[in-house]
Nanobody, 124 residues
């Protein structure tokens, strides 16, 4: 059964860093575009970062550019999100997602496999 499992969330102080991980089982990520989304309480889910199947194209939500980095390791069947200089506005549940298309986007409806989500809280 195809499954994505998110991990790495937690409580971090403003200005701190976290690294999220997402592991796939039951299928290979080699031909998939991958993305991280987040959903804050009372808000819609939004795309944060995406990476194409070749790993040579990435895109980011404007508010996280320069602070977040998405990467992938096809040999491990994993995708990561490194988050630096975090602010309270980064608080939310973070989800990884995959799409068989080679073109990566930040659009929720493009993705068909989702992780269960991991909570990130940025607070002093």
């Amino acid at each position: 059964q195809a499954q994505l499992v998110d991990s790495g969330g937690g409580l971090v102080q403003p200005g701190g860093s976290l690294r999220l991980s997402c592991s796939a089982s039951g299928f290979t990520l080699d031909y998939h575009s991958l993305a991280w989304f987040r959903q804050a309480l009372g808000k819609e889910r939004e795309g944060v970062a995406c990476i194409n199947n070749g790993g040579d194209h990435t895109d980011y939500l404007a508010s996280v550019k320069g602070r977040f980095t998405i990467s992938r390791d096809n040999a491990k069947n994993d995708v990561y999100l490194l988050m630096n200089a975090q602010t309270p506005e980064d608080t939310g549940i973070y989800y990884c997602a995959s799409d068989i298309s080679p073109i990566a986007t930040l659009l929720v409806y493009e993705y068909d496999e989702w992780g269960q989500g991991t909570q990130v809280t940025v607070s002093s």
